[in-house]
């Protein structure tokens, strides 16, 4: 069978699926519900909206309806670059000399260079049908934010992005590509913001953090007219679009009759895996599949593997409402050493819940190891991967490398989220080995979780 | 008919071409024959096969077959990112309203970046096959190292990439990019050659050349054992292979029932634009098409619209043998105001020829309306595109501006041939209004020829 699969599995653009999958519908058992930080009751529509865009918000709250339409202005926008490549890993299967089948949803080939575009593009289009004329975010290695200034582009709208200073004087290109598509940049913290002259008045010199942009942000999207805040992870809206990687792979390999054994995914804000596994997992907890799912997380920020389920904060600046949820405490600070993004400290909650009842496995890796599957995948497949999608790379290689010893023929599939370009500079750390690998030691954990909120639902 | 073509015209992969196409064979006149520059006798595979591997000289001779097969062990390795998407704009048709139908053939999502790849594979194919375990070049901008340094390894080859010291120290990335993929790569001049050494003792502080980079890598390689030169353009196996670009455009527009009116293509060394007009330009030759074909230059370096038809030498050293093509003359160095590729003062044979004879047209573009175009179209079609591809999108855009005055419904199909990842600064340049538009004056153009050498044939 194996011979008659052919190394890009297409889709065409009948075959491209109309919906997003809402997989909370299918949970018997749901993550709960966000909390308003000062009430401690379940957040309400009414204390999203002022933040964020209308059918988002109800998009985040909908735990009932399994299949959510993609409007004709959103298949539009995912037609300019979808549907994403699913590839046989022909070479990377020889090269290891694995009997396992191995396959990966390649999310790179858009400008923005990864999954990102998936939640921009329709996060902008409901911006747009309801009237607004600008949105607000912020980026940190910058894949959002470029993903969002295509987005906003493509439909008529300003943006503005609050970029981590350290990280917008560090990947000059990455600025130049978003200001090229028409966005306005700002480096924070800065004079922009109340939250921004804040910590400018404590440290005039500070190089920011994803934290702060994220206030600023918020800041400035309701202080603005016609004006919202788009997140670009861990929230449960922008997972249900990037249902469309896994609704895309799962279409191409029905196609083929192929049924995988082992889905993996990199984890950051959680996103991109939970988008591949969406309507896999739905068939495990439905138990027409036995397949395992696995999170492959940087050992330097592992929410997964050694953080707290708990009522947490999505930002430092604690401007977000309390989310249930895997975390390092808003307050960890993931280490200057680690080289690419996934430095976030919480978990999108589904993911999150699905961890605790045993449905998703999930792995830490250190950064050299991760590098060093994605040389080989690179020399192998011709793929640049960012550092973000190597970490899945390593844990197909590692599976691919057990069925070689227990020669079972395992069919594994990875999430490849993006293009790593904008990160040649850990490339060459890496190449001249001065790449620093870091674990944060049980103290460090224990000052990050004395940040998470000391509230009734956390004591339980 | 319009609304039933879709975004992406696929090739299954039993639909893709199996062979590439040789114009030179449907050319009543062919182009003249290369030269050996001491005895200026037509040049003989004995004299070719000390610098170049043999199976490429043998195709860079053969001007009678039509068809020639790629080789399966060329074929595994398209497979890996082939075929290449050709896409219907119709983002960009909308955006500039025109009747006209536009398709571009997108080369850029391979890892290189561009084109490139597809000669670097046959050519490191044929060198393994013949036994040989090293490769030298040279690159300047970056790609063909990038596309050298990915196919060396993929066929488990040693490559060393003379890389423009200037470029190797303005493009860092690129850099790391090459020596990631396992290259050695030797900044130009260097003092490993003699006419590294030689061009240092004159200028310590040279910043190199491709000229220069030219010479270093051929001498290279005729110095050591099992060892060749492998160009990146211009001579006529570069073309040949590009062909596949064609051949597959062709394909994919066959399937829907399409024939193209305008064909365009960016020139720099030419094996690009050769490459995509090759099987449109063999029906315009039978008589069974009427397509027009433009080729897009430089107006810093316009070989086509400002250059002289004649014997020249294709690098500066003058180690090449003598080529009849358009040249501005081997001593012509364009400004440094220049930012993208297409700085080469030649121009491939076959299309020296077809210009010559009336086949066809070119065009140059300033850079500023290069870039201008280069960022409309991303912010409709969401591609990042080389500066080299955008003049290209600039010939394309004007000849759609054309149709929307005159009403003609003409389908333009065009080459897009990379990315420009790598080009940001250029980008950051036109969005700072600090980018200059040179063209060389008559007096700098009649310095260029004044290179080309003083030879019979060249005084016809």
């Given at each position: ?85 699913l590839i046989r890993a022909y070479f990377l299967e020889k090269a290891l000399a694995t009997p396992a089948e191995i396959y990966y949803k390649f999310e790179g080939t858009n400008t923005s260079g990864s999954h990102k575009l998936n939640s921009a593009g329709p996060q902008s289009f409901y911006a747009k049908a309801e009237g607004l004329s600008s949105l607000v975010t912020e980026t940190g290695a910058g894949q959002w934010g470029t993903a969002m200034a295509m987005a906003a582009g493509f439909y008529g709208l300003n943006l503005t992005v609050f970029m981590v200073k350290v990280s917008s004087e560090q990947k ?289």
């Amino acid at each position: 069978m194996a011979a008659k699969i052919p190394t890009r599995l297409h889709l065409s653009e009948d075959e491209v699926p109309r919906y997003w999958y809402n997989l909370r519908a299918d949970m018997a058992d749901k993550p709960q519900p966000l909390l308003h930080p000062e009430t401690l009751t379940p957040i309400t529509k009414a204390d999203l909206e002022p933040v964020f865009c209308k059918e988002p918000v109800k998009q985040e709250l909908d735990e009932t309806t399994r299949l959510i339409p993609i409007p004709e202005g959103v298949q539009e926008f995912y037609r300019a670059y979808r549907p994403a490549a699913l590839i046989r890993a022909y070479f990377l299967e020889k090269a290891l000399a694995t009997p396992a089948e191995i396959y990966y949803k390649f999310e790179g080939t858009n400008t923005s260079g990864s999954h990102k575009l998936n939640s921009a593009g329709p996060q902008s289009f409901y911006a747009k049908a309801e009237g607004l004329s600008s949105l607000v975010t912020e980026t940190g290695a910058g894949q959002w934010g470029t993903a969002m200034a295509m987005a906003a582009g493509f439909y008529g709208l300003n943006l503005t992005v609050f970029m981590v200073k350290v990280s917008s004087e560090q990947k000059p290109h990455r600025r130049a590509l978003i200001e090229t598509y028409g966005a306005r940049l700002i480096p924070s913290p800065s004079d922009t913001t109340e939250s921004g002259r804040a910590i400018l008045a404590k440290d005039p010199s500070s190089g920011g953090s994803l934290g702060c942009a994220i206030s600023e942000a918020i800041e400035k999207a309701v202080k603005t007219e016609k004006c919202r805040y788009v997140p670009g992870s861990v929230l449960n809206h922008v997972a249900l679009h990037q249902s469309i990687i896994g609704q895309e792979a799962k279409a191409a390999l029905d196609k083929y009759g192929i049924k995988p054994d082992v889905i993996i995914g990199c984890a950051g804000g959680g996103s991109n895996l939970a988008g591949l596994i969406a309507p896999f997992m739905g068939e495990r907890l439905a138990g027409t599949s036995k397949a395992r799912f696995i999170a492959a997380e940087p050992a330097s920020c592992p929410s997964f593997t050694r953080g707290r389920y708990a009522y947490d904060f999505g930002d430092t600046a604690k401007a977000t409402p309390l989310i249930r949820m895997l975390t390092l405490g808003s307050g960890f600070v993931p280490s200057s050493s680690h080289a690419g993004g996934l430095r976030y400290h919480g978990m999108n909650p589904i993911l999150s819940k699905l961890y605790k009842d045993g449905f998703l496995e999930a792995q830490a890796h250190v950064q050299s190891a991760v590098f060093e599957a994605a040389v080989q995948f690179m020399k192998v497949e011709g793929i640049l991967p960012a550092p973000e999608s190597a970490h899945a790379i390593k844990a197909a290689i590692d599976e691919a490398l057990e069925c070689k010893k227990t020669g079972e023929k395992k069919v594994i599939l990875f999430g490849l989220s993006g293009t790593g370009y904008f990160d040649l500079s850990a490339y060459m750390a890496y190449n001249n080995k001065t790449m620093v690998d870091y674990v944060p030691g049980d103290e460090e954990l224990e000052r990050g979780f004395a940040s998470i909120p000391d509230i009734p639902q956390n004591r339980v």
